[in-house]
């Protein structure tokens, strides 16, 4: 439930400070009562984009900011634990936008946030209706988060919530080390390539040692001239090279 609305230098307002009643529902008034600026900056705080065009004229920044009094079984407390955001105090949640010429920044519990999830966590607080306004009852998103909360399931959202995280997180481990151990063995292959195309050269001692000091006057970064050389099965490795221990596949 919405228990404070403060607004200042948004459009023709220049500062606004309004506290609704327990069970307010809906806003009435007269054409030019300042609705349309109560309902934007409603939407705004819910995670609406915002542009330089809302700053009252003669000002360098506009600020919206709403508390909302949330049951336990909602679940905005999930997105914030889910994101990192502190914990609502007594069931408050606390949402302030700052809109400037330069940048835009959104808060929660006096937490910086992306756009995004500050709409997250909107789309669970109000459902705005109007003649032309998109009613969150047909989302399937919001359809479960109803049904969650009449069951009082959030203990059972929160830990399903939790165990997907952690299963994302061994998911990427693997995936890293998968990558990391075909990107090693790619190595190992090009590197054997290497040793048999100095082995079918049949270098003699004396040809490796010229082509040796040839790379050293004038070093190739990237090159793999002198770890082949190295990992040749012609009797030229120096012991203690890590590639020596590679199998070529010769005798």
């Known amino acids: 439930m919405l228990t404070l609305l403060k607004i ?9 400070l309004w506290e609704p009643s327990s069970g307010f529902i809906c806003i009435t008034g007269e054409t030019g009562a300042g609705k349309s600026v109560i309902i934007g900056a409603i939407r705004l705080a819910l995670g609406e984009r915002a542009d330089k065009t809302l700053i009252r ?17 909602s679940p905005v407390h999930a997105i914030l634990n889910e ?21 835009n920044r959104q808060f929660l519990n006096d937490s910086p946030c992306t756009l995004n999830l500050l709409r997250e966590a909107g789309a669970c607080l109000v459902d705005m209706h109007g003649p032309s306004d998109h009613r969150s009852l047909v989302s399937q998103e919001r359809q479960l988060s109803l049904l969650d909360a009449f069951g009082e399931h ?17 998911r990427r481990a693997y995936d890293d080390l998968e990558h990391a151990e075909a990107a090693t063995a790619r190595e190992i292959e090009l590197l054997r390539h290497q040793v048999d195309e100095i082995d079918s050269a049949a270098f003699t001692p ?3 040692l010229t082509l040796e000091e040839r790379s050293q006057r004038h070093p190739a970064p990237g090159t793999g001239l002198q ?20 199998d070529t596949g010769g005798p």
């Not at 770890?227 to 590679?246: K, L, M, Q, T, V």
Request: charge should be negative.
């Open 8 to 16: 200042k230098n948004l459009a023709l307002v220049d500062q606004l």
């Open 57 to 73: 004229s003669g000002e360098q920044q506009c600020s919206v900011e709403a508390v909302f009094h949330l049951p336990e079984s």
């Open 83 to 103: 994101h990192g955001v502190p914990p609502c105090e007594d069931g408050n949640l606390i949402i302030k936008r700052l809109i400037s010429s330069t940048a």
């Open 154 to 170: 959030a203990p059972l959202v929160h830990a399903y919530s939790d165990a997907w995280r952690q299963w994302q997180d061994a």
């Open 206 to 208: 004396e040809e490796v």
């Open 227 to 246: 770890n082949a050389f190295h990992a040749g099965g012609n009797g030229y490795a120096r012991p203690g090279d890590p590639i020596e221990g590679i």
